[in-house]
Nanobody, 120 residues
Framework: QVQLVESGGGLVQPGGTLRVTCAAS????????MRWYRQAPGKERELVGTITSTGGSIGYTDSVKGRFTISRDNAKNTVYLQMNSLKPEDTAVYYCHARRVSADRTNEYWGQGTQVTVSS
């Protein structure tokens, strides 16, 4: 069974840090581009950052640049999102996403999300 399972969310004070983890099972992430998205209450889901299959290219949305870091461990089939200097506006459900485009198909999977709340 293919799954992406996020963990590590929680309540943190402004300025704090948190690391969320995305563990894949049922498939191997090594050939997938991985992304983190987030969705705040009443808002559309937005892309937080992207890491290519080998980790050779990483990109972030402007609002998290310099504060968030995406990394991956293909041997552990896991992707991470390290969040520093958290702000109340970072409060959202964070989702992991995997995508691979081949000549004849596109494989795409979503996790169920993990809640991150930044509040004093």
């Amino acid at each position: 069974q293919v799954q992406l399972v996020e963990s590590g969310g929680g309540l943190v004070q402004p300025g704090g840090t948190l690391r969320v983890t995305c563990a894949a099972s049922g498939f191997t992430i090594s050939t997938y581009t991985m992304r983190w998205y987030r969705q705040a209450p009443g808002k559309e889901r937005e892309l937080v950052g992207t890491i290519t299959s080998t980790g050779g290219s990483i990109g972030y949305t402007d609002s998290v640049k310099g504060r968030f870091t995406i990394s991956r461990d293909n041997a552990k089939n896991t992707v991470y999102l390290q969040m520093n200097s958290l702000k109340p506006e970072d409060t959202a459900v964070y989702y992991c996403h995997a995508r691979r485009v081949s000549a004849d198909r596109t494989n795409e999977y979503w996790g169920q999300g993990t809640q991150v709340t930044v509040s004093s």
